[in-house]
């Protein structure tokens, strides 16, 4: 399990008992991620649902959304919504206990740096929408690592994070938005260490900032790729080797 920073925890602290999320019901702040216009619904509706992921779920709300939309929610097979606080966890557990959906939703408390306790290639889609802009760069990372873990091969992560670099080292709640030290290729080039295809990027603006966030759609590659990806540096090692041979015989 990876270990939770310092910063970590105190961020996870601030959304304890948080009058955000009250506010957040409203229509408006919801239809930002799921009208068809928006870049968010654009880039979700390239997720395989049937096992779906909602990291930092807050009270549901992008869940409840997503339950309720007609063309997304019959391919729903299980739902894990994940977040840090267990008061979250309580309110989401009252929020669907008699809900028609309750037996395809399952909370769990997290860590605050992985997906454990999901398992290794059990997952066909994460998003996380409104949180990882808030998260510390350690965190993040280690996310992006663990969902490398957790996806299916061809399994996909759409995750809404900070694109604001102009203030490395400040708390993040003195920068606009409260969003966190992170940009758009420091996100793309973690998810291609973590071996993730980046399939797609779009910064977009938050409350008239323009850019200050971006959405990164990311793919764990099928096993068919790395086979082949596999194949060809074997080739290719082989070949030098022969080269290499050929050219100290000739000498
Ligand atoms: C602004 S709220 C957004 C909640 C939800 N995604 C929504 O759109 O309503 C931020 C959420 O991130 C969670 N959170 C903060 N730090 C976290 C971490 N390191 N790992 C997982 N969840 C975290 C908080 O508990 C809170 O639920």
């Known amino acids: 399990m990876a270990t939770i920073g310092s910063r970590t925890s105190s961020i996870a602290s601030d959304w304890k008992s948080n009058s955000y999320y009250l506010a957040a019901e409203q ?46 929610a019959p391919a729903i097979e299980k739902v894990y919504l994940l ?28 860590s605050g740096a992985d997906f454990r306790p999901l ?41 809404h994070h900070s694109n604001f670099v102009s203030a490395p080292g400040a708390d993040y709640k003195e920068n606009p938005h ?20 980046v399939l797609d990027q779009v910064t977009i603006e938050w409350d008239g900032e323009r850019n200050l966030d971006c959405l990164s759609l990311l793919e764990r590659p099928k096993d068919t790729d790395r086979i082949q990806t596999a194949r060809r540096e074997r080739n290719r090692d082989l070949y030098g080797k022969i080269r290499r041979k050929l050219m100290s015989l000739r000498r």
């Open 27 to 72: 229509e408006r702040w919801v239809d930002v991620f799921w009208n068809a216009a928006t870049p968010f619904r654009r880039l979700f509706d390239h997720l395989d649902v049937r096992k779906v992921v909602d990291l930092a779920c807050g009270h549901g709300r992008q869940s409840a959304r997503m339950l309720s939309l007609e063309s997304v």
């Open 83 to 110: 977040d840090v606080n267990q008061e979250n966890i309580d309110a989401c557990t009252e929020r669907f206990r008699n809900s028609a959906n309750n037996s395809r939703i399952e909370m769990k408390k997290i």
């Open 119 to 159: 398992e290794d290639s059990s997952i066909t889609a994460i998003f996380c929408y409104d949180a990882m802009v808030h998260f510390e760069y350690d965190a993040v990372l280690s996310y992006i690592n663990d969902a490398a873990r957790i996806l299916q091969p061809g399994g996909r992560a759409l995750f």
């Open 178 to 197: 409260w969003r966190n030290y992170m940009s758009k290729s420091l996100f793309a080039h973690a998810a291609n260490r973590a071996g993730l295809s």
